[in-house]
């Protein structure tokens, strides 16, 4: 029998239906509440218990320290899978074969130029804009040059829609960057893959080749899998609730891009690494900064560490400690920094501060650390995270259209004046 849940509000009853996942989580159906109750709304602010749609993409048990794209565990997909082949799992439900990946890969490749007149909108930003900012503009700026990409109707516009911005996406990436360093814009070379292609657009001197360098590839290809989703984070319910309006695709990523750019979110890898550099010029001593970050009446927080869901390690973070440990082997990079983060990681295991609320390193503790080995500058840390991020926003977005959800429009709790009289300016 279908559960349902009472609720009495002076003395009258009324019952909801009980949905139930299927990993056998449970919510209260309140559809019907504002109608059956005569206008009474529920208040959650920051969505803490509040769920706002059904998904099939991504399973994720907090308390467990579970992580699942479409069914599949992260640790073997980081183990065994690349990430377009990740990314086509997320966005249509199923691993690819091989020719639906080669034809993935293909069609991608086929959509791989950006309109020369992009570059145009590049050369008016200052140098030292934040990449992010540039990211977001030029993808919302993509919507121009791709208006088919709008109104899509069909499941095919759909497709061509999303494979033109995992294309372009990259390029704009990588020219962020280049823009900021003052690099000549670069077109990748469509014979290598995805992740290798983005590194020579990134890296490619203009007096010089691009070598590629193995260990580089797949610690990034790997890194981009375990960012790829994560279900309704700040940055992803963003993307459907902007898709709900219909706005379409490259806008609802442009607003993603920017809610994920805030250091309580995607920003939080480069406030880490500005951390842990901000403590070795101190001289190292991590107790001290222990003590700040459990002072209420300091704003410090330990970046890196706490998850609104995760109350456990978060899965990603093992799986990237690990990975840093092994990435910086193989190039022969010594970073101090990593036995910061290490040293922080012990002593806030063993602390009732960060015990007693949960508090464990999340995706952003380690990850910067990678990415220096790899070569990418600290203000790329944010946008890296914004295209291993791509696909699982990708993905939301075709699920919100596909489910035909409503658009999303949540209700308030008005505390403001009641009516007043306008006050003439001489009186005020
Ligand atoms: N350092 C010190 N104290 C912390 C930290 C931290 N990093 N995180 C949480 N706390 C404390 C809070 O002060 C609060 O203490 P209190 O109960 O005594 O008031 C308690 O732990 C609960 O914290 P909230 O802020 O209520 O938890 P919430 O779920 O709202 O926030 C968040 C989660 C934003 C991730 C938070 O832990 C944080 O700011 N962490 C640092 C930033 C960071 O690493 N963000 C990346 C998140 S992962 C991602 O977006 C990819």
């Not at 691993?95 to 086929?110: G, R, V």
């Not at 040059?145 to 516009?157: I, K, L, R, T, W």
């Not at 799986?319 to 920094?337: C, H, M, Q, T």
Request: proline share 4%; charged share 25%; with cysteine.
């Amino acid at each position: 029998m279908s559960k349902t849940a009472i609720l009495e509000i002076d003395g009258k009853k009324y019952e909801f239906p009980i949905v139930e996942g299927t990993e056998n989580e449970l919510a209260i159906d309140i559809k019907s509440l504002r109608g059956d109750t005569n206008g009474i709304t529920t208040l959650d602010p920051g969505y803490k218990n509040t769920g706002s749609c059904e998904s099939a993409i991504t399973f994720l048990n907090g308390e467990e320290g579970i992580l699942r794209y479409r069914g599949y565990s992260i640790e073997e997909l980081a183990e065994k899978a690349d990430f377009l082949e990740v990314a086509y799992l997320l966005i249509f439900g199923e691993l690819p074969t091989k020719s639906q990946l080669e034809k993935f890969h293909n069609d991608i490749k086929a959509q791989s130029h950006v309109d020369e007149d992009v570059k145009k909108i590049i050369d008016g930003f200052p140098k030292s804009a934040h990449p992010m900012g540039v990211l977001s503009s030029l993808t919302s700026a993509l919507v121009a040059f791709n208006p088919s990409s709008v109104n899509v109707d069909s499941e095919e516009e759909m497709y061509n829609a999303i494979v033109r911005i995992l294309a372009k996406f990259p390029v704009l990436t990588a020219w962020a960057y280049r823009k900021r360093v003052g690099l000549p814009l670069d077109y990748g070379d469509d014979n290598l893959g995805y992740v290798e292609n983005f590194l020579k657009m990134m890296f490619k001197k203009p007096s010089g080749e691009y070598v590629s360098n193995k260990v580089v590839v797949e610690s990034l290809d790997k890194l981009l899998i375990l960012h790829a989703d994560h279900e309704q984070n700040c940055s992803t319910s963003t993307v459907r609730m902007v898709g709900s309006s219909h706005a379409g695709l490259f806008v609802s990523i442009s607003a993603g891009i920017a809610a994920l750019w805030g250091p309580l979110h995607g920003g939080a890898n480069q406030a880490v690494i500005e951390m842990l550099e901000a403590i070795k010029e101190d001289g190292g001593d991590t107790k001290k900064f222990m003590a700040k970050a459990k002072d209420k009446d300091d704003p410090f927080r330990l970046m890196g560490f706490g998850h609104r869901v995760y109350k456990n390690f978060d899965p990603r973070a093992k799986i990237i400690k690990r990975s840093a440990d092994n990435v910086l082997d193989a190039l022969g990079i010594e970073d101090p920094v990593l036995d910061i983060a290490k040293g922080l990681e012990r002593e806030a295991l063993e602390d009732s501060y960060f015990v007693d609320r949960k508090l464990y390193p999340n995706v952003d503790f380690y990850s910067g650390i990678i990415y220096r080995a790899l070569g990418i500058p600290v203000e790329m840390f944010t946008p890296m995270f914004a295209l291993g991020r791509l696909p699982g926003w990708i993905a939301q977005w075709r699920e919100m259209r596909l489910r035909k959800e409503p658009i999303g429009r949540p209700r308030q709790v008005y505390i403001g004046e009641k009516l007043r009289s306008f006050k003439d300016i001489s009186n005020r």
